[in-house]
């Protein structure tokens, strides 16, 4: 892999060293989750209460002499606490300490004085070194020997300020499809495996170094609801393809075979597939879009995807809100769609994100440094578990505008907790040789934007078993709709971090397929949890195995517009009788064993 943006200058005296482009990341992970927000990927010290491995890279200094040094970063507990942040790191330039004390303060991304190195040799290491592994993040560094050049903070300062450091870039590669699909989650990758196994060239993008979304090792969740079902059984033999055999949230790594995902997808000759690359623009006109920008999240290499159709498998509906298309976010009112179960006025509560994790044994006494910055935890109020799972959840904040802050709560709400029952819980035997083994970055996602096709499914039409000419997909899960854990708003009335629901069961629903496109970007397909149903029927429609089989619907839409030179409208207008043909196909390998009979 080259790293073309490892290091860039805009005069004899400046440069730029973007942080996730290091050579050697040692501990630290890339996390480009809330780019959209504060501009850029980056490095992450998550080592969970202990340092991780130092991240080292070479530069090339324009000139020797004496450097004032700025590093991009954010004291991630501001938000909750006047106390020095928990992620310092250090700074080492050509074995000199800069500064120790980067992480600590700073109520926002920002780029922080670290202090004069001087340079000796134009060839010089870099060094960022974690100093407790509690999630120490580093954007960039900047080095300039005009002592007056302070980068700016604001987000759209920043980036121009760094448009006009890095000077003038190599043309973004254009890439030339039948299908793009944005979203390598389960949706995004049926959609893509479906439209290549019926004769369409594909590019299926994602934004991590992994496939499979929230059912990867990165987040770990496990598939919900029921696949070949009525009137379409054949739909959800991808699943049994590349689905995990083992089900359960916040297991161990092997439990949701990340290799086998990628196995599937890149035995599929039709499947271009680009880990790494997070989408950030689209180019549009008359109502449909022309291309899609992409990013790589380390190397900062551009491509442009350009396509007769396009797939938002994003979960944020990304793409299609880039590209103007309708939506909904948070819950409808009562009357908009006639909903009991809806509330009697329209707000923005949404279902939140869940931050996982889990501990295990060791043969001895294990410590765990005391962790306190925002959350009081007692005898009364900590909980006294040995790992958290889907209800970990943080409602709230705007899972899209306030993501970071998302994340970062249950990043503090399991710190402090298991701080707590290391150091201060009375009768902690059961803690006592007890270890954190895994803690989430990626946050799993529930809710957030849901694109509108030509029809929005609703709470009727479920309960009522409203039929549709074009029925594809069949929701098998109850309407499942997540709410504050009472005991814990309790205790925590200002932000609580568990969450319940009230299963309300259903009888199998087919919703139509006429939910799987835009309605006013006329050749945009969505599959997942952005589809066009209200809040109360997403309730049902956003489990994965569900989601999947949308990406499988989504894929046969897609090769009757090739083969017909149509839009997606146009498949239901004209061409119902083919889908539903290809619908009881299915394109899944025959004679698989059913791997999927957990969380049904």
Same mark, same amino acid.
């Given at each position: ?12 005296? *400046? ?25 850029? @990927? ?12 130092? !991240? ?43 500064? #120790? *004390?980067? =992480? ?31 999630? =120490? ?21 920043? %980036? ?6 890095? =000077? ?26 479906? !439209? !290549? ?11 991590? @170094? ?8 990165? /987040? ?18 991808? /699943?049994?393809?590349? +689905? ?101 006025? @329209? ?8 931050? %996982?994790?889990?501990?295990? &044994? ?31 959840? /943080?409602? =709230? ?18 710190? #402090? ?68 854990? #009472? ?33 006013? /970007? ?5 599959? +997942? ?22 990406? &499988? ?39 698989? @064993? ?7």
């Amino acid at each position: 892999m080259c790293f073309l943006l490892l290091s860039v200058q805009a005069s004899a005296a *400046d440069l730029l060293v973007e942080a996730e482009s290091f050579r050697q990341k040692g501990g630290w992970v890339t996390d480009q989750q809330f780019m959209d927000q504060m501009g850029s @990927p980056y490095l992450l010290a998550h080592g969970m209460g202990v340092p991780v491995e130092d !991240a080292v890279t070479q530069v090339s200094f324009p000139e020797t002499g004496t450097y004032y040094v700025y590093v991009r970063t954010y004291n991630w507990t501001a938000p909750w606490s006047a106390k020095p942040g928990p992620g310092r790191f250090a700074l080492y330039v050509g074995g000199q300490k800069v500064s #120790s *004390d980067l =992480g600590t303060t700073g109520g926002n991304w920002q780029w922080q004085p670290a202090g004069r190195v001087r340079i000796k040799t134009l060839q010089t290491e870099i060094r960022l070194r974690d100093l407790t592994g509690f999630d =120490g993040r580093c954007d960039a560094l900047y080095f300039t020997q005009d002592a007056e050049q302070v980068p700016p903070s604001a987000v759209t300062e920043q %980036q121009a300020f760094r448009r006009r450091i890095k =000077g003038a870039t190599a043309a973004p590669t254009v890439e030339h499809f039948d299908l793009v699909v944005v979203g390598g989650g389960v949706a995004g990758m049926s959609a893509a495996l479906s !439209a !290549a196994r019926l004769g369409c060239r594909v590019a299926l993008v994602q934004d991590r @170094p992994v496939l499979g979304g929230n059912n990867s090792s990165e /987040v770990r969740v496990h598939l919900g609801a029921r696949i070949g079902m009525e009137p379409y059984p054949r739909l959800g033999g991808l /699943v049994k393809e590349f +689905g995990p055999s083992r089900g359960g949230n916040a297991q161990p790594e092997d439990y949701y075979e990340d290799q086998k995902k990628l196995d599937v997808v890149l035995a599929e000759r039709n499947i271009s597939l680009f880990l790494n690359y997070r989408a950030v623009a689209v180019e549009t006109e008359d109502s449909q879009i022309r291309a899609v920008r992409a990013v790589h999240i380390e190397d900062g290499d551009e491509k442009v995807f350009k396509a007769s159709l396009f797939a938002d498998c994003t979960g944020d509906g990304t793409i299609g809100y880039l590209a103007g298309a309708d939506f909904l976010m948070g819950r409808e009112s009562r009357d908009m769609f006639g909903e009991s179960l809806a509330p009697e006025k @329209p707000d923005s509560l949404i279902m939140g994100a869940s931050v %996982q994790w889990y501990s295990e &044994e060791t043969p001895s006494r294990t410590s765990f440094p005391v962790f306190e910055h925002g959350l009081d935890f007692n005898e009364h109020n900590c909980e006294k578990v040995t790992m958290g799972e889907w209800q970990w959840e /943080v409602m =709230g904040p705007n899972p899209i505008t306030e993501a970071e802050r998302v994340r970062d709560y249950g990043l503090m709400v399991i710190y #402090s907790n298991w701080s707590f029952l290391k150091n201060r819980l009375k009768d902690n035997s059961k803690w006592r040789k007890r270890r954190l083994a895994w803690v989430a970055y990626i946050a799993g996602k529930r809710e957030s934007r849901r694109l509108l096709g030509d029809y929005i499914v609703k709470q009727d039409d479920i309960h009522k078993q409203v039929f549709h000419e074009d029925a594809s997909v069949t929701l098998t899960w109850s309407i499942d709709l997540h709410f504050p854990d #009472s005991a814990n708003a309790a205790k925590f009335p200002d932000a609580p971090f568990l969450t319940a629901t009230n299963h309300l069961y259903i009888q199998p629903y087919a919703i139509p397929y006429r939910c799987l496109y835009s309605r006013n /970007v006329n050749n945009l397909f969505m599959a +997942g949890r952005d589809i066009s149903v209200t809040h109360v029927a997403f309730g049902s429609a956003r489990l994965m195995r569900t989601g999947a089989m949308m990406g &499988e619907v989504v894929g046969m839409a897609a090769s009757l517009c090739r083969k017909h030179g149509i839009l997606p409208r146009e498949v239901y207008q004209r061409h119902l009788d083919e889908l539903k043909a290809l619908m009881r196909k299915g394109v899944g390998k025959p004679g698989l @064993p059913d791997n999927q009979k957990y969380n049904e």
